[in-house]
C-alpha cells in the first residue's frame, strides 16, 4: 500500500540521547506518508525540549503525549495514543531504535487487511550506540557493515541481516525460525485490530505485554506477517531498571490465560471493565 498514512508510535522514558537518534532516523525517511508521536511515559523536561526543537523544522507532524511519571505505565499510555493517532495504520516502535531509511516503506509495502506486521532488530553494544550520530544516521553509515564493524563490533547474523538485499532478506523471512509475534520495537497493524481487542493489557509491565497483544489479535483472526530481515532498525544498549520477577512471572500468567482460552479481549485496557 504505498499511499498508506502511517501513525508512528515511539515509546521513551527519560532517554533524551537515544530519542534524538530515533528522531532523526525518522527525519531521513524514503517515505512520506507519516506522523510520528512521542509516546512519553513521564520523561522529565529535557525530554520536552528536545521534542521541541525537532517539532520547528520536522518533516512531518511530530507530536508529544506525555503522563505523569508514577511508575512503569506504557501500556496506559500505548492506549490512549492509539485512540489519539491520526491514521488507520499504527506503526509500534521503541525510543532506542534507529529505523534505516525505507523502513516506513518496507511497512508500507507490506501492509494488508487481515494481518500485522513482525519486524525484529539489531542490537548494538554500547560503544557502537554512543559512536552514532545524526551525521551517520543521515548519510547511512550506521547501517554500512564495514562501519559498525570498525566503530564497535557487530554479531554476525545482525551483519548478515544488514547486508541482505531485497531477494536474500524475503529468503530469510521466509525461512527464518523465529516465530512472527508482535514486538513493540518493530511491529504494525491495523487501528482499528488494535481497538476491536481493546488495546494493551495494563495489568502487564515489562516482559511480553506486546507479545501478549499480538497473541489476541491472532486468536481474533489476524495474521502474523514477518519482515525482520527487511524492515531494519538498530537498537541501541541499555540497562532494564525496571524488570522485576514479580511482573514477569504475572505478565507470563496473563498470556497462558490468553493461549488457553483464546481470548481476544482484556477487561484492563482501552475500555475499562465497569
Not at 10 to 38: A, F, P
Not at 39 to 67: F, M, N
Not at 112 to 119: D, T
Not at 193 to 210: H, S
Request: net charge negative.
Amino acid at each position: 500500500m504505498t499511499h498508506l498514512s502511517i501513525s508512528v508510535i515511539v515509546s521513551t522514558y527519560n532517554s533524551v540521547d537515544w530519542l534524538r537518534k530515533v528522531l532523526e532516523g525518522y527525519k531521513h525517511q524514503e517515505y512520506d506518508h507519516y506522523e510520528v508521536i512521542v509516546a512519553d511515559d513521564g520523561s522529565g523536561e529535557e525530554t520536552r525540549q528536545l521534542i521541541e526543537s525537532y517539532q520547528t523544522d520536522y518533516p512531518v507532524k511530530l507530536r508529544h503525549i506525555w503522563h505523569e511519571d508514577l511508575g512503569y505505565r506504557r501500556q496506559e499510555l500505548l492506549n490512549k495514543v492509539i485512540m489519539q493517532a491520526e491514521y488507520d495504520y499504527i506503526l509500534m516502535t521503541d525510543g532506542d531504535c534507529i529505523p534505516r531509511k525505507d523502513f516506513l516503506a518496507v511497512h508500507a509495502k507490506f501492509a494488508e487487511k487481515g494481518y500485522f506486521l513482525s519486524g525484529g532488530y539489531c542490537k548494538l553494544n554500547m560503544p557502537l550506540s554512543k559512536a552514532i550520530d545524526e551525521e551517520h544516521i543521515a548519510k547511512e553509515d550506521c547501517f554500512d557493515v564495514n562501519w559498525l564493524k570498525s566503530n564497535g563490533g557487530l554479531q554476525s547474523k545482525n551483519a548478515l541481516k544488514i547486508s541482505a538485499g531485497e531477494t536474500l532478506a524475503t529468503f530469510l523471512d521466509f525461512v527464518t525460525p523465529t516465530g512472527a509475534t508482535f514486538n513493540n520495537c518493530n511491529s504494525s497493524a491495523w487501528k482499528e485490530d488494535l481497538i476491536a481487542i481493546n488495546g494493551y493489557d495494563e495489568r502487564m509491565q515489562y516482559g511480553g505485554p506486546d507479545r501478549e497483544l499480538g497473541e489476541r489479535l491472532m486468536n481474533y483472526g489476524i495474521k502474523p506477517k514477518q519482515i525482520r530481515h527487511q524492515a531494519i532498525c538498530l537498537h541501541l544498549d541499555h540497562k532494564r531498571g525496571y524488570k522485576t520477577k514479580e511482573s514477569l512471572d504475572r505478565n507470563l500468567q496473563i498470556r497462558k490465560d490468553v493461549k488457553t482460552q483464546k481470548l481476544t479481549w482484556t477487561d484492563f485496557g482501552i475500555v475499562k471493565k465497569q
